[in-house]
């Protein structure tokens, strides 16, 4: 199954970041209460090595597995969209200390609560496409 | 063995991640994890009521492989690899927590405050995790993207839009914590 690649990428991701505090809702209070290095830590060595990464990949030091050049697609450009998205992400970011990813590693620890915040997010997608035609990009 | 059941520190967990990131590049694909709530919608027959939906999810497979293993990721590190529970926070941010009436904060590994079954069943716990949820995945599709796609790969990218998203998620994060979460609380 060829697949099953990804299932392991994603077991490592969630194991990860359970163990580094990352989904825990503290450590995002923390976080935006400037009270610990800890997430800083972890966004910034990512982001500092993810820099050099991307360098290898531009550079065609690093190809995929099957010998093709990596390319990156570019984020959408626009204020609007990126700063008011933004804005709104980090309010429910804050609230529910949970993004995407660390929903999902919560709901393997069997944390009830956590699928109604899958749920409302998966909404709040859908929510968003029904009205993009009226909000500012 | 004593190093993997201990609270990894930042310097183990930063470059994990972009290794995570390496991986999925290398296996020909990205690194973004808010995109399969889209693909949630266009499994859940959304398409019938908003155009956007309308493509075919199954090329969105390997994602919903990778969230799959985040689950089960979740599992094996409660499950086998944290004997203790507690989270080590700043004593200033117990202290603070306190003050808005969370007890023993960092106790445990989420608070009961937002996460028990007592509070989703209460009114007002389950209104915070709707209203939490919708926040999160409305202004990931805005943005087109969230702490993966923009702070993680959109930085290492060094791309401006992702930059103006993360000080977005920024202003927001700490309008909510400093400003909002003491009201609601």
């Given at each position: 199954?060829?697949?099953?690649?990804?299932?392991?990428?994603?077991?490592?991701?969630?194991?990860?970041?359970?163990?580094?505090?990352?989904?825990?809702?503290?450590?995002?209070?923390?976080?935006?209460?400037?009270?610990?290095?800890?997430?800083?830590?972890?966004?910034?060595?990512?982001?500092?090595?993810?820099?050099?990464?991307?360098?290898?990949?531009?550079?065609?030091?690093?190809?995929?597995?099957?010998?093709?050049?990596?390319?990156?697609?570019?984020k959408k450009k626009g204020f609007a969209r990126n700063m008011f998205g933004g804005i709104i992400f980090g309010l429910?970011?804050?609230?529910?200390?949970?993004?995407?990813?660390?929903?999902?590693?919560?709901?393997?620890?069997?944390?009830?609560?956590?699928?109604?915040?899958?749920?409302?997010?998966?909404?709040?997608?859908?929510?968003?496409?029904?009205?993009?035609?009226?909000?500012?990009? | 063995?004593?190093?993997?059941?201990?609270?990894?520190?930042?310097?183990?967990?930063?470059?994990?991640?972009?290794?995570?990131?390496?991986?999925?590049?290398?296996?020909?694909?990205?690194?973004?994890v808010s995109s399969n709530l889209e693909t949630f919608c266009a499994i859940g027959g959304a398409g019938k009521l908003?155009?956007?939906?309308?493509?075919?999810?199954?090329?969105?497979?390997?994602?919903?492989?990778?969230?799959?293993?985040?689950?089960?990721?979740?599992?094996?590190?409660?499950?086998?690899?944290?004997?203790?529970?507690?989270?080590?926070?700043?004593?200033?941010?117990?202290?603070?927590?306190?003050?808005?009436?969370?007890?023993?904060?960092?106790?445990?590994?989420?608070?009961?405050?937002?996460?028990?079954?007592?509070?989703?069943?209460?009114?007002?716990?389950?209104?915070?995790?709707?209203?939490?949820?919708?926040?999160?995945?409305?202004?990931?599709?805005?943005?087109?993207?969230?702490?993966?796609?923009?702070?993680?790969?959109?930085?290492?990218?060094?791309?401006?839009?992702?930059?103006?998203?993360?000080?977005?998620?920024?202003?927001?994060?700490?309008?909510?914590?400093?400003?909002?979460?003491?009201?609601?609380?």
């Amino acid at each position: 199954m060829k697949n099953i690649k990804f299932l392991i990428a994603g077991i490592l991701f969630g194991i990860v970041l359970s163990k580094a505090e990352v989904i825990s809702w503290y450590r995002i209070y923390e976080m935006f209460k400037f009270q610990s290095f800890h997430m800083y830590g972890i966004i910034g060595s990512a982001v500092v090595l993810g820099i050099i990464l991307v360098y290898f990949f531009k550079k065609g030091y690093i190809k995929t597995y099957l010998g093709t050049p990596i390319s990156i697609e570019p984020k959408k450009k626009g204020f609007a969209r990126n700063m008011f998205g933004g804005i709104i992400f980090g309010l429910g970011w804050a609230l529910v200390g949970s993004c995407p990813g660390p929903m999902f590693i919560l709901l393997g620890r069997g944390i009830a609560a956590i699928v109604v915040v899958i749920i409302a997010a998966i909404f709040g997608a859908f929510l968003y496409h029904a009205m993009k035609g009226k909000l500012p990009h | 063995m004593d190093f993997i059941l201990q609270p990894w520190p930042w310097y183990v967990a930063g470059p994990l991640i972009t290794f995570v990131m390496f991986l999925l590049f290398y296996f020909g694909k990205k690194f973004g994890v808010s995109s399969n709530l889209e693909t949630f919608c266009a499994i859940g027959g959304a398409g019938k009521l908003v155009d956007f939906f309308k493509f075919d999810w199954r090329k969105n497979t390997w994602n919903l492989m990778f969230i799959l293993g985040s689950v089960i990721g979740g599992f094996i590190a409660y499950q086998y690899l944290t004997p203790d529970e507690a989270v080590a926070i700043n004593q200033q941010t117990i202290q603070d927590l306190s003050d808005i009436g969370f007890q023993n904060a960092g106790a445990q590994y989420l608070p009961d405050e937002i996460f028990s079954n007592d509070t989703m069943f209460s009114a007002k716990g389950l209104l915070i995790l709707i209203l939490g949820g919708i926040l999160v995945g409305f202004g990931s599709r805005y943005a087109g993207g969230c702490t993966s796609g923009h702070a993680i790969v959109g930085l290492s990218n060094l791309e401006i839009p992702s930059l103006v998203s993360v000080i977005g998620f920024f202003i927001g994060g700490l309008l909510m914590t400093w400003v909002l979460i003491p009201l609601i609380f």
